[in-house]
Nanobody
């Protein structure tokens, strides 16, 4: 099993903050563009932010201005600091390479995802 474990989610009030962590196998992180994604109920998974191995970041509208992605290459770990959270940020958050890491299974090559971490923003 390839390690890809997200943590740090939870229930937070609007305006609150959370810091997500992602511990991944080196085959996923080393030298690769890493990203945070999220998926709300009934929607497709969407990209939130990316970070290059040297720390250059990019944010989609979902994360721009309120979220900060960072990484520790020595620890094969990626972080997402989320501030000023809104109810519409409620989703399961995933990390992965960008594009996602793929592996063979059941005779085909498929995107490989961790279990994600649930973020719920509600009063």
């Amino acid at each position: 099993q390839v390690q890809l474990v997200e943590s740090g989610g939870g229930l937070v009030q609007p305006g609150g903050s959370l810091r997500l962590s992602c511990s991944a196998a080196s085959i996923i992180t080393n030298g690769n563009l890493m990203a945070w994604y999220r998926q709300a109920p009934g929607t497709k998974r969407e990209l939130v932010a990316t970070i290059t191995p040297r720390g250059i970041t990019y944010y989609t509208d979902a994360g721009k201005g309120r979220f900060t992605i960072s990484r520790d290459n020595a620890k094969n770990t990626v972080y997402l600091q989320m501030n000023s959270l809104k109810p519409e940020d409620t989703a399961v958050y995933y990390c992965n390479r960008n594009p996602p890491y793929r592996r063979w299974g059941n005779g085909s090559l498929n995107d490989y995802w961790g279990q994600g971490t649930q973020v719920t923003v509600s009063s």
